[in-house]
């Protein structure tokens, strides 16, 4: 990121191919094939889309009343989460709202939609985590763990634990099937704020900080069983 703008860099190319500019929160992308870029844009919860790598806004409209903290992808559909706890989800690049939910009662500060699109998941404020039925945003279960905000979200590889990440310094491990709580991993300095997993499973990494610039990456191991605490 450079000032109030996000850059678009091609990794074949090693080079910027687009750009997002303005007080941005939150940003997703999807690869191959669909390449949709998205911005959700300063206080008043602007959208802007970005196809390809034109750089060019595609689609921008109005998604939300307030500020959206939170957006995922799959295929053509766009999830976008507010802060007033709102969830909507999109058809692009027509912008037709296909759903919304307005009665979670706390800030959407994640999403990701499962990897075979059977579900989404949201990162709420108040420490749950929500899985939603990714068509008419009906909440299947609430996961309840952490006792500060949920920023980050992932799922293993074959898709079968999502991981979530707190302000409160923990990762916690689903089984998803049953909702079952089944490993936590402590951080003693920070709060977690994103995750990745590695390709083959084994380990996740997690970056956290605060707002004056102090950070860290962290490598965990996954742990092979264990229950939930």
Do not use: C
């Amino acid at each position: 990121m450079a000032g109030n703008r996000r850059e678009i860099w091609s990794l074949s190319k090693r080079k910027r191919v687009a750009f997002l500019r303005g007080h941005v929160h939150a940003v997703t992308w999807e690869f191959p094939g669909g390449s949709w870029n998205i911005g959700a844009f300063g206080y008043e919860g602007e959208m802007r889309a970005v196809y390809g790598e034109s750089g060019l806004v595609t689609v921008q409209w109005r998604a939300h009343p307030g500020p959206i903290d939170a957006t995922a992808l799959s295929g053509s559909v766009l999830a976008s989460g507010g802060r007033d706890g709102s969830i909507r989800l999109w058809r692009l690049p027509d912008r037709k709202l296909m759903a919304e939910s307005s009665g979670n009662g706390s800030t959407i500060f994640t999403l990701a939609f499962h990897p075979d699109g059977t579900a989404l998941i949201a990162g709420t404020g108040n420490g749950k985590v929500l899985v939603m039925d990714p068509g008419t945003l009906e909440i299947r279960m609430r996961l309840a763990g952490h006792s500060l905000p949920v920023k980050a979200l992932t799922f293993t590889p074959d898709g079968t634990r999502l991981i979530s990440g707190g302000a409160d310094g923990t990762i916690r491990l689903w089984e998803l099937e049953h909702g079952l709580q089944v490993a936590v991993l402590r951080s003693d300095s920070y709060g977690v704020t994103s995750l990745a997993f590695s390709p083959h499973g084994r380990r996740i990494a997690s970056g956290g900080g605060v707002w004056d610039g102090a950070g860290e990456v962290l490598l965990w191991e996954i742990p092979e069983t264990g229950p939930g605490e």
